[in-house]
């Protein structure tokens, strides 16, 4: 059995590639820190439609189809017992405390991988 020479320099990159791959793009990350609500209603039509007061009975609830249980554990019930009552700008505080506790955007998992976004 013959063995194959690969350069170092293309397997750096390919790592390289690989851990960018799973933490989002460098220009989404930096999309993100220029103009955050424009991020999260990109964020908002992939989860929701844009709708940011949609409750469709499916458990998720607002633009960002927050869990109940996430919602007040990240301090939502200030604003609303249901994530699909509060405003838009609300929503966005609550899933902004998600992303800091998290580090990154894998509570939107699907979305976040779909839109670039470090998950």
Known sequence: MRTRHVPRGAIL???????????????????????????WDRLARCESGGDWHINTGNGYYGGLQFLRST????????????????????????????REA??????WPSCARRLGLPH
């Open 71 to 98: 919602w007040a554990a990240y301090g939502g019930e200030r604003y609303a017992h249901y994530p699909h009552r509060a405003a838009r700008a609300e929503q966005i505080e609550v899933a902004s405390r998600l």
């Open 13 to 39: 990159l390919a790592a390289a590639l690989t851990a960018s791959m799973g933490a989002g793009s460098p220009a989404a990350a930096a999309e993100h820190q220029r103009t955050p609500g424009k991020v």
């Open 102 to 107: 998290r580090g990154d955007y894998g509570a």
